[in-house]
């Protein structure tokens, strides 16, 4: 075992619930959904979906004209979420150290969506024959990590993953293993996604994988665990956080959250879409492992579940195949019910949740009516429909499980 | 286009720069205007004034060259 630790010192997010990571929080606490009917724009043929849109995002006012504008909207979320960890962790934005060493690592699964789209409207639909300088730079995966990077003078390694629903939660545990190798002393992690394009949309219905709803339901539309679920709810938004050598936070008297103490990931080899529950268990495992955590000391489980059929009662059984006895004393919630799912960053907004969660000591809930569990999903201590408070929690897992199998889980102390 | 007033509000705009009162020599880089922004500014112009820039110009360097080249594109002379 590394005699290294890792410390939580900022935190940042940019969600359908809030502007800021407490706020997200205290929403998320509060049982407030952000999820409502949504249209995209100038759409060809109109659709309404239950989505989670950060409304109130006003990319110009946060980052300036000039910077917003060679952003795609992926990047502004990301870049304001980002820059929101930084100065919550009492870093100053301009290095007054050496961060030659310091490292971001970012996770978004569809990056520069609808720049894409805009782009592809503008060619097929619109008879243009070119597009704006900046595409490129706008769509890009990577331009997100990067701009982080240079905002905030990191000249470490810069990483993107893209591991579809995993994304944001494999980036913090590769940030994570970097400072506890000592590779670099901090890393700014997380990730982001803006997936609201037309197109998108439409390719998500055709998998027939989302919850229906109107404009009356959508709040309610996302039913993780519950009888009553009818599929996943698309969400934007963005995540991050600092994490930093624990005695390097120590010293210079930061606060720390808590500490991200493993991280374990594996692939189901299985099926591009079907969960299973051998291979998630197998993450669970690991990330259990590499912290030196027995299942006796987790108390809380940020869960994966998206609200499908299918997803979620699998989740049950890895949980209970990986905790063991532990696993009915085990607290499960998913706050995708209220943020939604922001498929690359929902590893990011989770951690942040599960953070918060162990350092305010209060477990948010899944929305909903918990006489509605499905029995295929019993199993753990599901908190439904109100916070648990005044939760003495020692150690909490945040779980992503991605289309194509791939599993991360990190594992947090108090 | 007819005269420049709308393209050096355009350009106000966009990169905060008042190329009326900007010293012509300042530097369109020490300023903050980076190759990249000036691509798209350039890109923006044309398609908001429906002018064409020829490929051949070279890209300007300082707040006097952009003046000249906006000047330039009003003339229709471009």
Redesign the interface.
């Known amino acids: 075992m590394s005699a290294r630790r890792v410390a939580v010192t900022g935190l940042g997010m940019v969600s359908p619930v809030g502007a800021s990571a407490q706020d997200s929080f205290d929403a998320l606490l509060d049982a407030r959904s952000g999820l409502r009917l949504y249209e995209p724009p100038d759409a060809p043929r109109p659709i309404a979906v239950p989505a989670g849109v950060c409304a109130d995002f006003d990319p110009v006012a946060a980052l300036g ?2 910077q917003a ?2 952003m795609d909207r992926y990047c502004q979320l990301g870049v304001v979420a980002g820059l929101a960890a930084w100065r919550d962790a009492g870093l100053a934005q301009t290095a007054d150290e050496d961060r030659a060493a310091w490292a971001v690592a970012w996770g978004t699964g569809m990056g520069g969506a609808l720049t894409y789209e805009r782009s592809y409207r503008q060619l097929f639909a619109g008879g243009r024959d070119r597009l ?3 595409t490129v ?1 706008q769509a890009m995966n990577n331009a997100c990590a990067s701009h982080l990077a240079i905002a905030l003078q990191l000249g470490g390694s810069c990483s993107t993953y893209s591991v579809a629903c995993a994304s944001a939660a494999m980036a913090i545990g590769e940030a994570f293993r970097r400072v506890r190798s000592g590779a670099a002393p901090a890393a700014l992690a997380g990730g982001s996604e803006a997936p609201l394009a037309y197109g998108v949309i439409r390719a998500w219905l055709a998998l027939q994988v989302l919850a229906p709803g109107d404009a009356q339901s959508a709040a309610g539309a996302c039913k993780p665990f519950q009888a009553a679920r009818g599929g996943l709810v698309l969400a934007e938004g963005a995540a991050a956080l600092v994490l930093e050598d624990w005695q390097r936070a120590e010293r210079r008297g930061a606060r720390i959250y808590a500490e991200l103490a493993g991280y374990g990931e594996s692939c189901d080899c299985a099926n591009l879409v079907r969960p299973d529950a051998d291979g998630q268990a197998r993450a669970l495992r690991a990330a259990l492992a590499d912290a030196g955590m027995a299942p006796a000391e987790v108390d809380y489980v940020n869960a994966h579940a998206t609200g499908t059929r299918e997803g979620d009662a699998v989740e049950i059984a890895a949980l209970a195949a990986a905790l063991g006895d532990r696993a009915p004393a085990v607290a499960v919630s998913s706050t995708k019910s209220a943020h939604g799912h922001p498929l690359g960053a929902a590893g990011a907004l989770e951690a942040v949740a599960t953070v918060l969660a162990l350092h305010r000591r209060a477990i948010p809930p899944t929305l909903g009516d918990a006489a509605g569990l499905d029995p295929a999903c019993a199993g753990v201590a599901h908190v439904i429909g109100a916070a648990r408070r005044e939760a003495p929690l020692r150690a909490a897992l945040s779980n992503s499980f991605a289309f194509g199998g791939s599993n991360a889980v990190l594992a947090f102390r108090a | 286009m007819q005269d420049t007033a709308p393209a050096f509000r355009f350009v106000q ?4 720069i008042d190329l009326k009162s900007a010293d012509a020599a300042a530097e369109l880089s020490s300023l ?1 205007v980076d190759s ?2 000036l ?2 500014l350039m ?2 112009i044309e398609e908001k004034f429906g002018v064409k820039v020829d490929e051949d110009t070279p890209p300007p360097r300082s707040c006097g060259e952009l003046a000249g080249l906006l000047e330039h594109l009003a003339a229709g002379r471009s």
């Open positions: 004209a000039t504008a060679r704006a300088p900046l730079v | 705009e966009r990169l905060g903050g990249l922004s691509l798209e890109f923006e």
